[in-house]
């Protein structure tokens, strides 16, 4: 029997809603035939959260707490983006220090044995939140096309000096993996977090299930190298 890979779909006030809600709908797609390969869990420590500038507020499944207490059973950490200075602003308050921490928690533990992968997914800006937690240092990685000097000054101030991060334009990146065998995943901007979302969905369940995923979600794919602005 195939496992089931757990995600955990961080939400914060203001967080961009495509960023969350387009690989959440690629993760929730029911395959042909047979179970759903992925379970999502939002997660917030504000309930209820405001997203997208007011636009939407949302029920998260579980608190913060939650799943800071069980993070050991999740298999894939989703941090989307939101507008870069409400992202500077949030990191300086405890819910910034609570999520880099987080962040951080979860880049140190082993894959789970039932599932064998472990994966930080960033999408758009919510790569300045990994950028600040300091586990970008030396990797090479992506973000919106509008925020790769940030993010290479974030990272950098993390690091107390330079970080040798390479900041490159791509759909997205995998930036490799930690010392505890965690893969950090970066998509450029907003739909890019699509893409990014199918990609690993091949990585980890197979091309037929991500082809079906797009043809249901009737998403045309674009390659990695095909960052905004690059054609």
């Known amino acids: 029997m195939s496992p089931i890979f757990n995600v955990a779909v961080l939400l914060y006030k203001d967080a961009d809603i495509i960023d969350f809600a387009g690989p959440t709908e690629i ?54 983006g939101g ?33 064998g992968h472990r994966i930080i997914q960033s999408v758009c800006t919510g790569a300045l939140v990994l950028a600040a937690s300091g586990i970008l240092k030396g990797r090479t990685v992506t973000t919106h096309h509008m925020a790769y000097d940030l993010m290479k000054q974030m990272a950098d101030e993390a690091a107390g000096g330079e970080s040798n991060t390479n900041v490159i334009s791509k759909r997205w990146v995998d930036a490799g993996l930690t010392d505890a065998g965690v893969r950090i995943v970066n998509a450029g901007g907003v739909t890019s977090g699509i893409d990014t979302s199918l990609h690993i969905t091949e990585m980890l369940v197979g091309k037929e299930a991500a082809d079906w995923a797009a043809e249901v979600s009737e998403f045309e794919k674009r390659g990695q190298d095909e960052a905004w602005g690059s054609a």
């Open 27 to 80: 993760y929730t797609n029911r395959p042909a035939t047979g179970e759903r390969p992925f379970k999502t869990t939002t997660f917030s420590l504000d309930n209820p959260v405001s997203v997208g500038h007011g636009v939407l507020t949302l029920i998260p499944d579980a608190s913060f707490q939650d799943v800071q207490a069980n993070l050991n059973n999740f298999d894939i950490l989703m941090v989307p």
């Open 83 to 115: 507008m870069p200075d409400q992202i500077l602003e949030m990191l300086k308050r405890e819910e910034g220090k609570a999520i880099t921490k987080l962040l951080n928690d979860f880049a140190s533990l082993p894959p789970r044995k039932e599932t």
